[in-house]
C-alpha cells in the first residue's frame, strides 16, 4: 500500500509543479505582453490564437465566441503567424487575448474560455478596470 | 490541411477506457499486486491502436458494440486524426515507460501511470489534449509536418 501513496504523493507533486509552471508561463507572457498592441480599435476586442490541429477551438472556443454578439475578434493562425503567437507567449491553443481599445493586453486565456469569463473579461475592459488574470 | 470526421465518442471511450485501467491498476495493486500486468498491456493497447487502428481495444469496443447497441451516441466532428493519433501512442510511450520501471522503481512506475491516467481524464472532462497541444508544438518547431 506504501508503494501505491508514494506514486500517488510523486504524482500529486508533478501535477502541483504543472499547475505552478503555468501560473508562472501567464504571468510572463503579461509582462512581456505588456505595451504590446495589434491594431487599435474603438473598442476592446479579442485576439484569437488557433491552428489547423486545434479541435478544442472548433469544437468549444469558436462557439463561445459566437456567443459574444457583436465583439471584434481577430483571429489568428498561432503556426503562420509564429511572430504575433511568441509576443503573447502563446504555447496551447486555443489562446485568447483580450485587448483594450489602446491595444494593450488585459487578459490571457491559455486553453478554452467560456463565454461568460470572456464577456466579463470585456466588461471590465469597457469599464476601463485591469484585472490580471489568465 | 484536410480534415475528416472523426468521430470524438471513440475517442472518449478510449480515454475512459484508459483511466479506468491504470485506476483498477493502482488501486487493485494495493491488495493483489499481479494487477499490476495491466499497465503493460494498457501500453501495447495504445501502441497497437495507434500504428493499426483495427486493433485499437476501447476505439473498436465502441465501434463495434458500444455504438452499434446505442449505448453511446456517435459525435462526428470535423477535425485531424493526427493529433489525437499522435496523443494516444505517446500514452502508451509513457505506459511502456512506467512499464519498465514498474520493474525497477515501482513508485515512478505506478506515478507515471497515474499522470497519464490524469492527462487522459482532463482531455476526457476538460476537451484538454495535452498531447495534442505537444503535437501542436512539435509542428510549430518544425519537428513533424503538423501545418
Known amino acids: 500500500m506504501s508503494t501505491q501513496l508514494w506514486a500517488l504523493a510523486v504524482a500529486g ?3 502541483l509543479a504543472a499547475a505552478c509552471l503555468e501560473v ?3 504571468r510572463r507572457a503579461r509582462r512581456r505582453s505588456a505595451g504590446a498592441t495589434a491594431a487599435p480599435a474603438s473598442e476592446p476586442y479579442i485576439l484569437y490564437f488557433t491552428g489547423d490541429g486545434c479541435t478544442v477551438c472548433r469544437t468549444h472556443q469558436e ?3 459566437a456567443k459574444l454578439g457583436q465583439v471584434r475578434i481577430d483571429k489568428v493562425d498561432a503556426i503562420a503567424e509564429r511572430t504575433l503567437a ?3 507567449h502563446v504555447y496551447t491553443l486555443p489562446t485568447t487575448v483580450v485587448l483594450s481599445a489602446d491595444g494593450h493586453p488585459l487578459h490571457v486565456n491559455y486553453g478554452y474560455a467560456t463565454a461568460p469569463k470572456l464577456e466579463r473579461q470585456l466588461a471590465e475592459a469597457r469599464g476601463g478596470l485591469k484585472v490580471a488574470t489568465a | ?3 475528416q470526421l472523426v468521430d470524438h465518442s471513440a475517442l472518449k471511450v478510449n480515454q475512459t477506457g484508459i483511466v479506468t485501467t491504470v485506476l483498477v491498476a493502482f488501486v487493485g495493486s494495493a491488495v493483489y499486486r499481479p494487477l499490476l500486468v495491466l499497465i503493460p498491456l494498457l501500453a501495447i493497447v495504445l ?3 495507434t500504428f493499426a487502428p483495427q486493433l485499437a481495444l476501447f476505439k473498436q469496443l465502441y465501434f ?3 455504438k452499434p447497441r446505442g449505448i453511446v451516441k456517435p459525435r462526428p466532428v470535423q477535425d485531424r486524426p493526427e493529433p489525437h493519433n499522435f496523443a494516444q501512442g505517446l500514452g502508451g510511450v509513457f505506459l511502456a515507460v512506467a512499464s519498465v520501471l514498474l520493474i525497477t522503481v515501482p513508485v515512478l512506475g505506478l506515478a507515471l501511470a ?3 491516467a490524469v492527462l487522459a481524464f482532463v482531455n476526457l472532462a476538460f476537451g484538454y489534449c495535452v498531447g495534442c497541444q505537444i503535437y501542436f508544438q512539435l509542428g510549430k518547431a518544425g519537428v513533424i509536418k503538423a501545418s
Do not use: Q, S
Open chain 1, 63 to 65: 462557439p463561445a465566441l
Open chain 1, 24 to 26: 508562472f508561463r501567464a
Open chain 2, 47 to 49: 501502441l497497437l491502436g
Open chain 2, 114 to 116: 497515474l499522470l497519464v
Open chain 2, 1 to 3: 490541411m484536410a480534415t
Open chain 2, 64 to 66: 463495434k458494440v458500444l
Open chain 1, 13 to 15: 507533486i508533478v501535477v
Open chain 1, 86 to 88: 511568441d509576443r503573447f
